[in-house]
């Protein structure tokens, strides 16, 4: 279950309509649910897949591409990969988890040397020495770390450029698996269990804030608002590590909920904007019209 840190932070529940977004209108989400994907736009929840087995997805807005990892039989893991215009899919093999980058999706597997083969496209992408890396669509801004093994003497710190130029955070500030990239590359977002949340401005310094479990990739736009899945402080009943509900009482059930949190350098705290959810990530609402649409079409052999 989630590991929760040895640091409590007080939260309010708010809804979408209830945060100052930097954006001009309200963005639209999409994260898991009991272990399914949900897209939240326009203040409606929409739920596009129904397997309830879903540990990780990521969406390509330059590739107008899905991805989702699940495991069958003998904890075998599987990828699916739509591709949102034709209405297609595909399937890639041993891959447990993705993420949303460099304008398209890549494994983010939780072993050293994760692969680097975007799985839209089959490109096997190298920005030598980054062993890790994040960058930004049009992959000019990347950002990685050199080492990312389980021992301190195997870590590195988090750097930008080729060759790494620039140091934006020491290693014990960043959890290897979850940093994060702006699609325009203006901003770096990392965190680590018992390290703050910081959001990195391009030629600027960072601005952080205190937290309590946070779980998953965080995902940072353009204007620096980042969500994260955090602890809520609530108990949850766990099915599995991504189906989980509220418990009966506060205090009951297996372990902490988890919610979808909003935070923007100037905030104090994260805000709740979804009060159960994990793996969050912004998307257009071009794109959150698109997996809607696909939701609704025919697709028994991928969505049940």
């Known amino acids: 279950m989630i590991q929760q840190s040895s640091r409590m932070v007080a939260f309010a529940f708010l809804t979408l309509a209830g945060v100052a977004f930097a954006q001009a209108k309200d963005p639209c989400l999409a994260f898991l649910l009991r272990a399914d994907v949900t897209v939240l736009c326009e203040k409606k929840t929409t739920q596009v897949t129904h397997l309830r087995n879903i540990e990780s997805f990521a969406v390509s807005e330059e590739r107008s591409s899905f991805a989702f990892a699940n495991s069958g039989a003998a904890s075998a893991y599987t990828t699916t990969v739509i591709d949102l215009k034709a209405g297609t899919s595909k399937k890639v093999e041993g891959i447990e988890s993705v993420v949303s980058t460099c304008g398209g999706i890549l494994p983010n597997q939780n072993r050293p040397r994760t692969s680097t083969r975007d799985v839209v496209t089959g490109e096997d992408l190298t920005f030598a020495p980054y062993v890790r890396f994040r960058c930004s ?46 699609p325009d590359g203006s901003r770096v977002a990392y965190y680590n269990d018992v390290r703050p949340l910081c959001v990195l401005t391009r030629l600027g310094t960072a601005q952080c804030v205190e937290h309590s479990t946070i779980s998953d990739p965080v995902s940072v736009n353009d204007s620096g608002e980042v969500l994260v899945a955090t602890g809520t402080g609530r108990g949850c009943v766990y099915r599995t590590s991504y189906d989980f509900s509220p418990a009966a009482t506060r205090a009951g059930g297996d372990d902490e909920c988890l919610g979808i949190g909003y935070w923007k350098p100037g905030m104090k705290a994260i805000s709740f904007i979804v009060p159960l959810g994990r793996n969050p990530q912004w998307i257009s609402p071009r794109i959150a019209a698109s997996l809607i649409q696909w939701s609704v079409k025919p697709n028994e052999s991928v969505r049940k």
């Open 137 to 182: 669509a049009d992959r000019r801004v990347v950002v990685g770390i050199t080492k990312d093994g389980s021992t301190k003497d195997q870590r590195s710190d988090l750097y930008e450029g080729l060759p790494p130029s620039a140091k934006i955070a020491a290693f014990e500030d960043v959890d290897a698996y979850y940093f994060g990239v702006s």
